[in-house]
């Protein structure tokens, strides 16, 4: 059969596109994945102890965009959910991102905010420009907070020192003068009431959708019959690297069910400079789930495996813009999400690209025609 739409990757990006193409203008959609399951890297499922958790790592969402919020809430109620995070230093488990608390727990002092805002002016050490993640850290807090709590991480996490990396990795992180231990100050913050998975599979279920799990399109794409194509898996494997490999960092996730029915305090605990995982997360404190165990993940940090994080630097960014040049040239052929954009993007950044993608499309005139259609 010949198909309107081949999309590949049943993540977000492809999920989405899959979803209004079916069912706001009638396409017929193949959506094929090399996985065997849908949801891409926010896939969750029930371990054999019937714990949720998410097989690639803690997927918590955050938005401040009531479009991507109602778009996504026509598939999945919310059960309210603000992430807070610990980090353990020096002997302690400690706010991060760092705030009032963090700094007087640390040291034993006892600033006010006002205080706190001084002591951060005598040790930030001022940069002409702010370029690299160590610049944005250093010149924020001084570089002792900057050794005890990003320094290590970075180190681990990226396989290359925060001076080597982008300013946007790390300014992914606030600092704060107040007692506010959120992770995220966004608008909207919640969890799929029944996990990911099952609002994925909400999305994709569409007699226009045709569903292909464990398929790798690069295996079948001769055999197939389309329109267009949408493409959400890696943009330099797409193009058969002939630029080059873009790096993406990965990670090896140890997921392990503890006879015990509580393990830390909070959801996710970031170890910046001890062992050789960056974080651990227990997801019951996540989704809420009562249960006598409890599942844990830890994460290990990888140079090879699957591509789950764009590594943002210069070289990378220039390298992206060559295959970026090449896949504007292509008819019919789009890409979209974090790998086919080269993009350290968030679920509802993924969300919102997929929807401007689909607007663009069927030449719609606003994002809010999109969601309300
Ligand atoms: P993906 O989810 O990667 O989907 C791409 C899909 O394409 C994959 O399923 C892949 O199997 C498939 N594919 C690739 N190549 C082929 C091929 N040749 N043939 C067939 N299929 C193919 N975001 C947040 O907002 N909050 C968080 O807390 C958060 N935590 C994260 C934690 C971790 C450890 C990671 C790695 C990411 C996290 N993210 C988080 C980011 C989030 O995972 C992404 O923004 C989102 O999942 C990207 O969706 P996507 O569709 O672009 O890509
Ligand atoms: N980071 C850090 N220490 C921490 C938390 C974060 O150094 O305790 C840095 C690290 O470089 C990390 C980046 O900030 O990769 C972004 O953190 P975030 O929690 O957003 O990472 P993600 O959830 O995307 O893995």
Redesign the pocket.
């Known amino acids: 059969m010949q198909y309107d739409f081949v999309i590949v990757g049943a993540g977000f990006a492809g999920s989405v596109l899959a979803e209004r193409l079916a069912t706001q203008a009638g396409k017929t959609v193949l959506l094929i994945d090399k996985r065997p399951h849908i949801g891409g890297n926010a896939y969750d499922c029930l371990n054999e102890d019937g714990i949720l958790i998410h097989q690639y790592?803690?997927h918590?969402f955050h938005t401040n965009s009531p479009e991507v919020m109602a778009y996504l809430s026509q598939f999945t109620q919310w059960r309210p959910y603000e992430h807070r995070?610990l980090?353990s230093v020096d002997g302690q488990l400690l706010p991060?991102?760092i705030n009032l608390d963090t700094v007087n727990r640390l040291y034993g002092y006892s600033f006010t905010s006002e205080e706190l805002a001084d002591y951060f002016q005598s040790v930030g050490e001022p940069v002409d420009e702010i370029r690299t993640?160590e610049d944005v850290?250093v010149s924020q807090v001084g570089r002792d907070l900057y050794e005890k709590?990003?320094?290590?991480?970075?180190r681990k996490?990226?396989g290359v020192d925060?001076s080597q990396?982008d300013k946007m990795?790390?300014s992914?992180?606030p600092t704060r003068t107040n007692r506010d231990d959120r992770?995220f100050t966004d608008e909207f913050q919640c969890m799929p009431l029944h996990g990911y998975t099952k609002m994925f599979e909400k999305m994709v279920s569409h007699s226009n959708i045709h569903l292909l799990l464990s398929t790798d399109f690069k295996e079948i794409n001769k055999q197939l019959s389309y329109k267009e194509l949408i493409y959400t898996g890696p943009i330099d494997e797409y193009f058969d690297y002939c630029y080059g490999k873009l790096p993406y960092r990965s990670l090896r996730f140890d997921h392990q069910t503890l006879e015990v029915s509580d393990y830390q305090p909070v959801s996710?605990v970031?170890y910046?400079n001890d062992h050789a995982y960056?974080?651990i997360t227990e997801y019951k404190k996540l989704t809420g789930q009562e249960h006598p165990k409890t599942s844990i993940t830890f994460?290990y940090p990888q140079g090879e495996g699957d591509p789950y994080?764009p590594v943002p630097r210069p070289e990378n960014a220039a390298l992206y813009r060559q295959y970026k040049l090449l896949a504007e040239h292509q008819e019919n052929v789009y890409f979209v999400g974090r790998l086919g954009t080269y993009r350290?993007y968030?679920m509802d950044q993924v969300v919102a690209q997929a929807l401007t993608l689909y607007k663009k499309l069927v030449g719609m005139e606003s994002l809010q025609e999109t969601i309300q259609s």
């Open positions: 790592g803690p918590i995070v980090a991060i991102p993640s850290v709590f990003f320094r290590g991480y970075t996490q990226w925060p990396l990795v790390t992914r992180i992770y996710v970031n910046p960056t974080r994460e994080y350290y968030n």
